[in-house]
């Protein structure tokens, strides 16, 4: 019964998106930002932004089966950015999955604020150990951060699709089971692997995140396998990927939040916005809690084996459509 009613309001608090003409109103594009949304989108980003799983792609799909408008021929009355272009659907909805990583980003400062305040003291008292892990998360930063920046209206145009996150899934399932099958099994190391990468290895860790330009790939799945060919363990790459992803995903969001200027306020309603941040917050740290220990026992396998059921149930749906 309360499963029952859970539905039904979860149902009546999503967005009705018929009869969009060439352009919509604010308020119409207000009115489709419920709390219901907010809810689900803060959950799926939570839940699987540090997961080997892709957010991004997760979000994608959610956002197909709630029936998010995706339309870039609909833009909103009387909108425009930062640099004057006018804003549309499609580019609110793809907005909107970046700019809700910052809960998750947040969820991150909470779990890892020792390593972090150790980190930000240090280079305040100018210790080297602490400026190179800030020189390590940095160059890994880097190769992304610039493909992103280079290619990033083409990603949008020609990626954010179901069909490449399904694809990329599949692809990214196998890709584990190869990798956990060639490269070493952890060991237990009595040192600090983390403050000790070197940018060799941060380089390595950059490189594998350009792979995650691809919706379906996941950038959690891409930097903790660049940390595993680099030769650190499974813990000490996961963390480090946490690491990398505060730099990459804050600079993701400030850029879109930055980018569209006083639109940001004009589309996305204070109400569901923060709701849909908080939820992404909460579950995102347990998400994190929980990835650290159970990968640096059983390492990716399972996350294999989800990602390719996932992915080939839906390219088996698309097929028969």
């Not at 579950?283 to 390719?308: E, P, Q």
Request: aromatic content about 10%; hydrophobic content about 55%; charged content about 10%.
């Amino acid at each position: 019964m309360l499963r029952f009613a859970f539905g039904l309001w979860l149902l009546s608090s999503l967005p009705s998106f018929a009869g969009y003409g060439p352009t919509v109103t604010p308020e119409e594009v207000r009115r489709d930002f419920t709390y219901g949304r907010a809810i689900v989108t803060g959950t799926v980003e939570g839940v699987t932004e540090y997961l080997p799983v892709s957010s991004t792609g997760h979000m994608i799909i959610s956002n197909a089966i709630l029936g998010v408008p995706a339309f870039p021929d609909v833009t909103v009355q009387g909108i425009s950015d930062r640099k004057g272009r006018a804003v549309s659907l499609e580019r609110i909805a793809d907005d909107y999955i970046v700019i809700i990583q910052i809960g998750a980003i947040f969820a991150v400062f909470v779990a890892f604020f020792s390593r972090i305040g150790t980190l930000l003291l240090g280079l305040g008292r100018g210790d080297r150990g602490s400026v190179d892990l800030a020189i390590a998360i940095v160059v890994a930063f880097i190769p992304a951060a610039i493909l992103g920046f280079l290619f990033k209206d083409a990603i949008a145009a020609y990626l954010f699709s179901v069909e490449v996150v399904a694809a990329a899934l599949l692809v990214g399932g196998l890709v584990i089971l190869v990798t956990e099958h060639l490269l070493p099994k952890s060991k237990v190391v009595g040192t600090d692997e983390v403050a000790a990468i070197g940018w060799r290895s941060a380089l390595t860790v950059g490189l594998c995140q350009c792979f995650a330009l691809i919706p379906g790939t996941s950038r959690s799945l891409a930097t903790i396998l660049g940390g595993r060919l680099a030769g650190l363990s499974h813990a000490a790459a996961t963390e480090f990927s946490f690491l990398v992803g505060l730099l990459t995903l804050s600079a993701a969001s400030i850029y879109k939040m930055w980018s569209l200027g006083p639109a940001l306020a004009q589309v996305y309603p204070a109400g569901p916005a923060s709701v849909g941040l908080l939820v992404a917050a909460v579950t995102a740290f347990v998400s994190v809690k929980w990835l650290v220990g159970y990968v640096s026992r059983n390492g990716l396998g399972v996350f294999a084996w989800y990602r390719i059921a996932l992915g080939g149930a839906i390219l088996a749906i698309l097929a028969l459509k």
